[in-house]
């Protein structure tokens, strides 16, 4: 029995088309169809590179926030490395630059409900960035390991490493140095450069600094 094409949307025929196009920009894979766009965009822009590397072991979804419909970027320069090792949702507005020969590690989704970031955050990669397992991040972040400009007599680049279940919260910048450990909070509009935070820690402020040790959280919100 032939399947009733004309019953499905236009729509859906053509988020599916764009899902396949995507989907070839992924250079290693263990899903079908692993760049999934949930919304139609008027925009969606991967670029990578012949020499680079796009490893997705899990489902990348590409979906909007609250109506939003900014573009959304990834850009992978020569042997370059981006690996997402599940399940992962990028928002509108998000964009991701992995420069040459660096490389940028996101563990996704493992046992919470979700991993993604919302929208609008930024994520630029001069050498090494990692973000483990279940982590969200909120709208308007920025992560990177580097200054971009030149500063006479200082580096200007250091890894970045985010642990497992960690909470990015909005507005908040994440540069330099900074070493985030497992099941951490990072309070909104935060600033961290080249600061070590331990497992378990509610950091916030500019600088940064931990405000509560202990903290347990998660991404869905308890009924009441």
Known sequence: MKPKLRHLKPSFLARIALSLWLSRKITSSRTFLPIRVNNFFPKVHISVAPSAKF???GILRIDRWQGGNEPVSIILGDNSKLIIDGDFTIGNGTRIFV??????????RRSESAS???EKSLIMVRKKVTIGVDCIIAWNVFITDCDW??????????DVEIGNHVWIACNASILKGSR???????GAHSVMMKKTISDNCLAVGNPIKVVANDVQWNRDMLET
């Open 55 to 57: 490893t997705c072991n």
């Open 99 to 108: 420069d040459k020969q660096a490389s940028l590690y996101i563990g996704g």
């Open 116 to 118: 993604g970031i919302t």
């Open 149 to 158: 400009h030149m500063i006479k007599d200082r580096p200007v680049q250091d």
């Open 180 to 186: 985030i450990g497992n099941n951490c909070i990072i």
